[in-house]
């Protein structure tokens, strides 16, 4: 069960979003099968941050389908706009069916654009959200910065990312359940294999913890924290622009 102790060489970032369109029709059930559910208490947990700021308009970069973008609707009072950016055209197609099932759907919109160019006007947005989607950003620096430069003074960012466990038994069999389980399930059920080898390596080659917070505080934002979630497999991200 020994996990390699060397990080896999950090994957390209260039074309991630055409991984994402072939997997689209079995992405929202890898997330909740492959975290054992997790993924929804961890966006729930986002949501619950920002509701207690508050905001009319809000905006989740890298949506994906847009399950971020309805737990933020489901318990932020007050939402007058809720907008899911993603460069996956197939991803937002599925998130799209989502929406138009959703009691909220009058209030919610999904636009293709890019994390390093989001087609939003400068200080507009209350409220930002970005998970598990920082990491596929080419130039994290320049995404934070566009996300600072798209909010009001005073607006909040939360960004989940997954991260590694501190202790030290925990990450050997983190490790070894990213790097040899998830990616022969996840390509089982999806039918693309390197969507999952992916995965793993984007994870294991990130900054995270303090490095992470570092980089926001360098790009617009401050009081910046950084919270482990379950046993630090997933980190919650927070800060002021």
Known sequence: ????????????????????DRIAHRYDLLNHLLSLGQ?????????????????RHVLDIATGTGDQLF????RIPGIETAVGIDRSPQM???????????PDADKMALVLGDALKLPVRS???????????????????????????VLRPGGQV?????????????????????????????????GDS??????????ETFPYGAAFGKLMTENGF??????????????????VK
Request: aromatic letters at 10%; proline letters at 4%; charged letters at 20%.
């Open 158 to 190: 939360v960004i989940l990312e997954f991260s590694l466990p501190a202790n030290q038994l925990l990450r050997r069999l983190y490790l070894f359940y990213f790097r040899h389980i998830l990616p022969k399930i996840g390509g089982l059920i999806s």
């Open 1 to 20: 069960m020994n996990a390699p102790k060397t990080k896999p060489e950090t994957p390209s970032r260039n074309d991630a979003w055409r991984m994402f």
């Open 222 to 239: 401050s009081s910046v924290t950084a919270t482990p979630l379950t046993f630090g497999v997933a980190t919650v991200y927070q800060g």
């Open 123 to 149: 200080q507009s947005i209350c409220l930002a959200t970005v998970t598990f989607g920082i990491r596929n950003v080419t130039e994290t620096s320049r995404g934070l910065s566009e996300i600072a430069r």
């Open 39 to 55: 993924d929804i208490l961890w966006r729930r947990t986002v949501a619950r941050r920002l509701a207690r700021a508050g905001g």
């Open 71 to 74: 737990a933020m609707c489901n």
């Open 194 to 203: 390197y969507a999952y080898q992916y995965l793993n390596e984007t994870v």
């Open 92 to 102: 937002l197609a599925h998130g799209a069916r989502k929406i138009d099932r959703h």
